[in-house]
């Protein structure tokens, strides 16, 4: 199956319900045809508004949506070839799986034979042919997903919108979606534009993550990318796997700053100094939480030109695979350090232990 050209840009992007705010401020944004995009932020981000914009069911106040090299502001959802899954799944309760999913092709004139031959396609692609005679009421949540997503399939949009579909599924079967979402994506070949607030979920699914603030996009770009290097304080944050450090910069050498914080001193961060960085200057600098190492006060065999910075375990949370450990190290901030299991567990702290917290030089990222 392949719907043509689903390309999408957005073009100075704005939405204002009351003429006076905008909840889409000016967005600009490429996605490619047959990309995987979510767009990820908090509550009323615009994420939402976005998505029903380019589906049709919002007019934007200003700017363009452009699929597949045409303007269609003001075309109806069928002119654009767009189909929205929401995240109620919507199925009728009264109509089997098989007639569910004809529905739309019901409504557009299509013959029983036409529309059954095009719907047994779609169930064998999805897995649903056992499942043809039954119910919505006698499927579980993922079935009831996998019908809404060959419903909206079925008419071979070029661009397929999903507003938060895995919201109202259990862990186990949100991870189990996840790998169907983007299996069904590939097999499609068509452009996936889905919404969510879940950070991990962007991450699984998408080749393009768009992290959103208050109407305006404040990173996009492939998942590893936004995830490793996240370009301000916000994304690092929003995202989490980041510990976010702030100080106003007492030295800058050829290879390292030197950033003093409320009762620590001087702190000496391997980066490479941006140019338009200078003595005097406030700054934010990113650690991955998996970059950081954790020694006894005690220890030696420091790496030269290592942070090391006293902390105290505040607490332990076992996770599995790695143990996150929550520390003192910043006042009044966050500061976590994911260490791996086998490690912690050879020679493992306890809450009130007092550690160094360290990282190689170059692990910290100057943020914008």
Not at 121 to 147: C, I
Not at 185 to 212: C, K, N, P
Not at 234 to 251: D, I, M, P, R, T
Not at 286 to 306: K, P, T, W
Request: aromatic share 6%; glycine share 8%; proline share 5%.
């Amino acid at each position: 199956m392949r719907a043509g050209k689903g390309d999408i840009e957005l073009a100075g992007l704005c939405k204002s319900f009351d003429g006076a705010t905008n909840v889409v401020d000016g967005v600009n944004l490429k996605i490619p045809d047959g990309a995987y995009c979510c767009f990820l932020g908090p509550s009323g981000c615009g994420k939402t508004t976005i998505l029903r914009m380019i589906a049709g069911h919002e007019d934007p106040t200003a700017g363009e949506i452009v699929i597949g090299g045409e303007n269609v502001v003001g075309l109806a959802p069928v002119e654009r070839r767009t189909a929205m899954m929401f995240q109620s799944y919507a199925l009728f309760p009264h109509l089997s799986v098989r007639d569910n999913i004809a529905f739309a092709l019901r409504v557009r004139g299509q013959s029983k034979a036409e529309r059954y031959k095009a719907v047994d396609r779609m169930m064998e692609k999805v897995r649903l042919t056992e499942l043809a005679d039954r119910l919505p009421a006698n499927l579980s949540g993922g079935q009831q997903q996998r019908v809404a997503l060959a419903r909206a399939a079925i008419t071979e949009p070029r661009v397929l919108l999903l507003d938060e579909p895995l919201s109202a599924l259990d862990e186990q079967l949100r991870v189990q979606m996840r790998q169907e979402l983007r299996r069904m994506q590939r097999d499609l070949g068509i452009t996936f534009v889905h919404v969510t607030h879940t950070q991990l979920e962007a991450i699984a699914l998408a080749d393009i993550v768009v992290v959103m603030e208050k109407g305006k996009i404040k990173q996009a770009g492939p998942a590893r990318e936004v995830y490793a290097h996240p370009r301000d304080r916000y994304v690092a944050e929003f995202l989490g796997g980041q510990n976010v450090l702030s100080g106003k910069v007492e030295k800058v050498g050829e290879d390292h700053l030197v950033i003093s914080q409320p009762n620590r001193g001087g702190i000496q961060v391997g980066v490479k100094p941006n140019p338009r960085i200078e003595v005097g200057d406030r700054i934010d600098l990113a650690v991955r939480r998996d970059d950081i190492e954790l020694m006894r006060a005690d220890a030696s065999g420091l790496e030269n030109g290592a942070t090391a910075l006293p902390s105290r375990v505040l607490a332990i949370e076992y996770q599995g695979s790695f143990v996150k450990v929550m520390l003192d190290t910043i006042p009044d901030e966050d500061f976590v350090a994911y260490i791996p299991e086998r490690i912690f567990f050879r020679d493992p702290f306890d809450i009130g232990d007092i550690l160094l917290a360290t990282w190689s030089a170059g692990r910290a990222r100057v943020l914008a």
